[in-house]
């Protein structure tokens, strides 16, 4: 890929100034009507009943529905398996859970309507809030994951050394920008045409279709760009259209469904929490010879992605590590709240933390630092390490990124200059914190493994790209219009990306699993290569010479042999195809090769790639307080040859601080009832500008080795470096000295950490 100034965002400017247009910029098509929803006010009752009669009496009220006017299937359930219904239809499963949607003539109706709406619960019951209670219950969404490889009790049993550890992570809220919203507008013949911030537009066509009762044909889903994903719209988004295609239905006029932010955050998932436990056996040179581990996973009320994220937690539970002896036990829980889904990272965030705990604990009882341990028990390098499940890491590359990672922070001279600035304040404590990271790249279910795209060439040269992927501002599209002007060897202004619609790639797969550049740039490369090799046949004609003769360079076309000065430019060669005849109009696909999995053995080689990263973070905490800040930040990320080193480095920041947000400042809270009480900014805080590290170093990795067969030999970016801020997670235990610090380690719980493990009073 040829590599020259940084190329922005393709809407950096528009993002900016205001100028792109999400799905509520839309124009409101004639005779709009407005959706709002009626939420459950309990966590759980056996029925309910409702009287709209206050809603009928607002002004513009057009019809409320609940789950009977739904014609077809009540199931909105990613997997097809039900079990999940749009409108509740029986018993009420979460505070929030939506019971009934009322149509008005305009939104502030809508909103007024839907809360007049009298909701009267039927035998409500106290609900089941958390992991443990759900433990005890052995209430489980799916049977339990095990991965093991040798004998892990015996192991430990016969150990030198042992440890045990427990701790929880809490769930994070994506807090995209824009919220979920949808407007579908019903066309000829029962047709509906849906405009969706999703990222996965053919899921929503499916589940519209799903409860419609309709054939996919009759759904066409069309999404330009969202004001955020992180995961909120990979399943989310499906309900929220497949809703307004309901208003739709049932009316014959155009419905927009835009939720507010409270019913947002109270409706839809989070990430999943997690409680972990563990015990090790080890020996004095803090090499780890066995783990035992139980991560438990609180799906919420139903199952939705749960299968998914539970698999990737326990395939990255070992992270970047060898263990010989392993026994990891996924489960997925229960709890009455909303049902929880994929958030960036989806599971591996979660997983990558065992390991941490594991490797703080033998430091500990070995006298080690972390960081030796750490070098201790990296996968083997070159290559002879595989994960309990039977796939290989790269232990070179690992030790590369660590390495990199450690001479740019330089750790040894700042671990010194910390130890003086801690034995001279009375209260304020500095820290130092490492992390390094194998994130495996492709989706653990094997047929979204694929993408397409759709390309034309017009007779003046300039090409119309269409492809599978969703633009949510993490810079696929002008990744995947690079690649296309590089298989034509035109500039990028020629490229024009549309807007992502089921019309035009069918049976796509989500925008996620940070694979949207690999299989979008993939089959958009191939249906770029087919049209090339039709105008290159057409030149050979022309002038006489093979096709393999003729070369795509700069905008132009032309006989690349030694003497030979014939060229045309792009354009006229596309106008002489034009007039000779030649489709200049592609598709091209791709599925991703070699990736297997064995659900019975639990073996398999379920990922095309790893994806590798160091870190390191500084952490300045006060004893008094528990208030905390990074100081600074050292990141290493592997991106392979990056198509684009300027949207990775965004995106490398904001996952960073996104991971940062999941780990030190949010954190959400439901009260005995079950009630979400952070539903918004003021309650829920994200992290802000002052929050990311003053000094933030970031490094792609360099002269980065990828497969040859990835897209220009680069790798994905979009979720790996959320997880490089664990780091910080090990400085705030470093700064401490704190055993146990659960997630998020708010002030408060660094706090009580402290008290809890009497070391709050300031040092005499
Ligand atoms: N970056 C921005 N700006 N906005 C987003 O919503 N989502 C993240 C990541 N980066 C997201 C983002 C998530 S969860 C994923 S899986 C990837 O982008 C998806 O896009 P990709 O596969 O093209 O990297
Ligand atoms: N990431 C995101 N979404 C998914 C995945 C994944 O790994 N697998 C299935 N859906
Ligand atoms: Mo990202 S959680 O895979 O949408």
């Known amino acids: ?45 056996a029925g309910f009943a409702l009287d709209d009669t206050g809603a009928r009496a607002v002004e513009g009220f057009v019809a409320l529905l609940d789950a009977a006017a739904i014609p077809a299937r009540n199931d909105i359930s990613p997997t097809g398996k039900g079990g999940e219904p749009l409108l509740a239809d029986g018993p009420l499963r979460h505070h929030g859970q939506p019971l ?44 339990p994951q095990v991965i093991a490889r040798g004998d892990a009790a015996a192991a430990i049993a016969a150990a030198p050394l042992t440890a045990r550890g427990e701790f929880r992570a809490g769930g994070q809220e994506h807090f995209y920008l824009e919220g979920q919203v949808a407007i579908a507008v019903p066309e000829e013949d029962g047709s509906l045409a849906i405009t969706s911030s999703t990222q996965h537009p053919t899921e929503v066509q499916h589940i519209a279709a799903r409860i419609l009762g309709c054939d996919f044909n009759r759904i066409t889903v069309t999404c330009r760009r969202m004001g955020g994903g992180f995961g909120g719209k990979e399943s989310n988004a499906s309900w929220v259209a497949a809703a307004a295609a309901l208003g739709a239905r049932a009316t014959g006029r155009p419905v927009k469904l835009r939720l507010a932010r409270k ?28 783990l035992e581990a139980l991560l438990a996973a609180d799906g919420g009320h139903s199952l939705d992605l749960t299968p998914g994220v539970v698999f990737r937690a326990l395939t990255h539970a070992l992270n970047c590590y060898d263990v010989p002896d392993v026994r990891l036990t996924a489960l997925a829980l229960r709890t009455d709240t909303v049902s929880h889904t994929a958030f960036r990272g989806f599971g591996g965030p979660q997983g990558v933390l065992l390991m941490e705990d594991v490797i703080r604990a033998v430091a500990r009882a070995t006298g080690l630092s972390p960081e030796a341990v750490r070098e201790r028990n990296f996968a083997g390098a070159p290559n002879d390490a595989r994960t309990p499940y039977g796939q290989a890491l790269e232990g070179d590359l690992i030790r590369r990124v660590w390495a990199e990672c450690m001479a740019d922070s330089a750790w040894e001279s700042r671990r010194a200059e910390i130890a003086a600035f801690n034995a001279r304040h009375p209260f304020l404590r500095r820290g ?39 633009e949510m501002g993490q810079g696929l599209n002008i990744k995947v219009a690079q690649v296309v002007a590089e298989s034509f060897g035109v500039p990028l202004e020629r490229i024009r990306v549309t807007a992502t619609s089921t019309a035009e790639v069918p049976n ?27 105008m290159a046949e057409a030149a050979s004609a022309l002038w006489d010479v093979p096709p393999e003769a003729i070369a795509f360079e700069q905008g132009r076309v032309r006989v690349a042999r030694p003497g030979d000065n014939r060229a045309m430019a792009f354009g006229a060669l596309a106008h002489h195809c034009w007039l000779e ?42 004893r008094l307080t528990g208030e905390h800040r990074v100081l600074r930040a050292d990141l290493v990320q592997d991106c392979g040859r990056s198509l684009n080193p300027a949207v990775d480095r965004g995106q490398i920041e904001g996952a960073f601080v996104q991971g940062l947000g999941w780990l030190t400042c949010e954190e959400l809270v439901w009260d005995a009832e079950g009630r979400l009480r952070t539903l918004g900014p003021s309650t829920y805080k994200i992290p802000g500008s002052r929050d990311a590290p003053p000094d933030l170093r970031i490094r792609l990795l360099a002269d980065a080795p990828a497969r040859a067969d990835t897209i220009f030999r680069s790798k994905a970016v979009g979720e790996p470096p959320l997880m490089l801020a664990t780091a910080v997670w090990n400085a705030l235990r470093d700064a401490t000295g704190v055993e146990r610090l659960d997630l998020p380690a708010t002030p408060e719980r660094v706090l009580m950490a402290l008290m809890q493990e009497g070391a709050a009073s300031p040092r005499p």
């Open 1 to 45: 890929m040829t590599t020259g100034a940084p190329l922005p965002h393709d809407s950096a400017l528009a993002h900016c100034t205001g100028a792109a247009r999400f799905a509520d910029d839309i124009p409101d098509p004639p005779g709009l009507l407005h959706a709002a929803l009626v939420l459950s006010p309990v966590a759980r009752a």
């Open 100 to 143: 009934a949607m009322v149509l008005a003539t305009t939104r502030d109706a809508a909103l007024r309507a839907a809360a007049a709406v009298k909701v009267a619960p039927r035998d409500p019951a106290a609900p089941c809030l958390d992991i443990e209670d759900a433990l005890a219950r052995e209430d489980f969404l799916m049977p």
């Open 263 to 290: 019913a947002d955050m109270a409706a839809t998932g989070k990430r999943h929490p997690f409680l972990f436990r563990w015990q090790a056996g080890f020996d004095a040179s803090g090499r780890i010879l066995a």
């Open 432 to 470: 130092l914190g490492s992390f390094a990271l194998a994130f495996g790249i492709s989706f653990g279910v094997r047929h979204l493994n694929q993408a397409g795209a759709l390309v034309h060439v017009y007779a003046d040269g300039s090409i119309r790209l269409n492809h599978g992927g969703t």
């Open 508 to 534: 796509t797969a989500p925008t996620a699993a940070s694979t949207g550049s690999d299989l979008n740039g993939w089959a958009a490369r191939n249906a770029a290569l087919a049209i090339r090799g039709r």
């Open 581 to 622: 005849r030649i489709s200049l109009s592609a598709t091209g696909f791709y599925r991703t090769p070699d990736i297997h999995w064995d659900a019975k053995t639990m073996r398999g080689e379920p990922f095309f790639y790893f994806s590798y990263g160091a870190a390191t973070a500084e952490v300045l905490v006060d």
